[in-house]
């Protein structure tokens, strides 16, 4: 079973001034598929609390992936990528570079998304914007290939 961590990362959500739906979303696609979900949480724009949280699940080893969503544009409070870029070990490029390429085939803004994917110890994290449609094409994108990930970070590297 993958254990999954959901951040949202929202200055209202975190505020209770707006509902979050995008973490909701993802939630329920991890259920969906029999996977399951360590804890849910919400955290302001601020590069540190992002920081902190993900190298807090990874370093206690709680979650194989952890998923972000929200703070991955252009805009000034958006520092999700900074954030993750501080704490990941090792870049896994070809993700983020599949979830803008999945993105684009639905809308050209997609390309406007600066998200990241890396490795902090045994669990990979991954930025997905914080739009519902980004956040259900980047889901789509990533379903076929996380099993295969969780088991090459979990030791499991031999080949068939």
Known sequence: MIRF?????????AAGE???????????????????????????DETA?????LSRWADSGVADVIITTGGTGFGPRDVTPEATSAVIER???????????AGIQNTPLAMLSRGLAGIRRRSLIVNLPGSEAAVRQGIAALEAVLPHAVELLGGKTEHD
């Open 5 to 13: 961590v959901v951040l949202t990362v929202s200055d209202g959500v």
């Open 49 to 53: 609390a992002v920081a902190a949280a």
């Open 91 to 101: 870049a896994a490029p070809g993700i983020a570079e599949a979830l803008r390429a």
């Open 18 to 44: 707006r509902q979050d739906t995008s973490g909701p979303l993802i939630g329920d696609w991890i259920e969906r598929r029999g996977w399951s979900v360590v804890e849910r949480r919400s955290v302001p």
